[in-house]
Each structure stands twice: as structure tokens, then as C-alpha cells.
């Protein structure tokens, strides 16, 4: 099972991520911020994320692009949204075919980036600056844990496009203090006087 980032960890990635070439600024958000599997992130046109004259409110996950074969929408963040903003204008000298090119194409007229690349190059980035090995699991794994701190179980099992509840209990961990702040706000069963 992947473990998830800290919020130390994710801090430490998010300006230097945004930094490296593009598509990976995008798709390495796609994962952290919306949960999406890598395969799911690349099968993302710029139709997906820009049907109009701005950036998506939310995603869709096709079922011909889903592990399960069920589609899903995925409401996107600000930063998601603002990284998509700026992948845009800086292919939009691309125009021409635009709209069915992939989001993990670097520009119109190359091929989309591969899993392999995606996986080496956020390998690359969490040794250079966390000393750790990174894979695109552990970005979802990480949205699937902050999700949960706010909502509930069967939300992060929707928005992670799980068919079974019991395969989202895998996100499910809490740390030393989280459990310890739970015990704490416990009633207690008997007070001294």
C-alpha cells in the first residue's frame, strides 16, 4: 500500500513541481489535487479541461478511462484550475487541433508524454527535494487522506471512482496525533471531584 505525502511533503513539491516541463505541473496536480489514477490523467483531452472560453468547474472521468468502466465528475480546485489556465496559454500558439490533443502532450504536433516519463520524472523531483521515492499512486493516495480529514468514507469512495467501499478502507489511516486528539475529545466516564 502507498503512503501518502505530509503536508510538509506536498509544501516542499508544489512550487519546484510547477517548475519542471510541461505537462507534469498539470498532471502532477491532477493526481494530487482530483485523485485521478495516471492513467486517467493522461487520457484527459483539452477539450476535458477547457470546453470553453475558461478552464473546467470539474471533470469527467469516461467509463471507457475508469479502472472500474464507471464514469465519474470530479469537481477541480483553484490551483487545479489556475495550473490548467497556464498550461493553456502556453500552447495556445497551437491552436490548430487543440481540443483533441492530449493534456499530457507537451504542445500540438508531439505525443503525449508516457507513463514511464511521468513516473521517472516525479521519482526525479522526490529524491532531488524530498529524498524519497514519489510514484503517481502515492499524489492520489495523498488526495484519498486529505479528503477524508474532511468528509467521509463514501465521499473519497466516489470521488477515487472505487465500486467497493472496502477498496477505499485502504486509504483509511490515521496518524499518532490525529488519534490522540480523537481520544482526547472524548467524553470521559467518570470525573474526580
Known amino acids: 500500500m502507498p503512503s501518502s505525502l505530509t503536508p510538509d511533503e506536498v509544501n516542499a513539491l ?11 505541473p498539470l498532471l502532477y496536480l491532477l493526481m494530487l489535487d482530483a485523485g485521478l489514477r ?40 483553484a490551483a487545479l484550475r489556475a495550473s490548467i489556465a497556464q498550461t493553456y496559454s502556453s500552447i495556445m500558439a ?12 507537451p504542445s500540438y504536433g508531439h505525443p503525449a508524454r508516457s507513463h514511464r516519463w511521468i513516473q521517472r520524472h516525479l521519482a ?36 477515487l471512482g472505487h465500486a467497493r467501499l472496502n477498496t477505499t478502507q485502504i486509504y483509511v489511516h490515521k496518524t499518532t496525533q490525529e488519534l490522540s486528539d480523537a481520544i482526547h475529545r472524548v467524553p470521559t466516564a467518570c470525573s474526580t471531584a
Open 14 to 24: 508544489s512550487e519546484p513541481s510547477k517548475a519542471e516541463p510541461t505537462p507534469f
Open 38 to 77: 495516471l492513467a486517467e490523467s493522461t487520457s484527459l483531452t483539452w477539450l476535458d479541461l477547457w470546453p470553453g472560453t475558461a478552464p473546467a468547474n470539474y471533470v469527467t472521468i469516461k467509463c471507457r478511462n475508469s479502472k472500474t468502466s464507471t464514469s465519474r465528475e470530479i469537481p477541480l480546485t
Open 94 to 105: 497551437d491552436r490548430f487541433g487543440l481540443p483533441g490533443l492530449s493534456a499530457a502532450a
Open 124 to 159: 526525479y523531483l522526490g529524491n532531488r527535494i524530498l529524498n524519497r521515492h514519489i510514484t503517481p499512486h502515492m499524489l492520489r493516495h495523498t488526495f484519498a487522506t486529505r479528503l477524508l480529514r474532511v468528509s467521509d468514507l463514501e465521499t473519497v469512495r466516489v470521488a
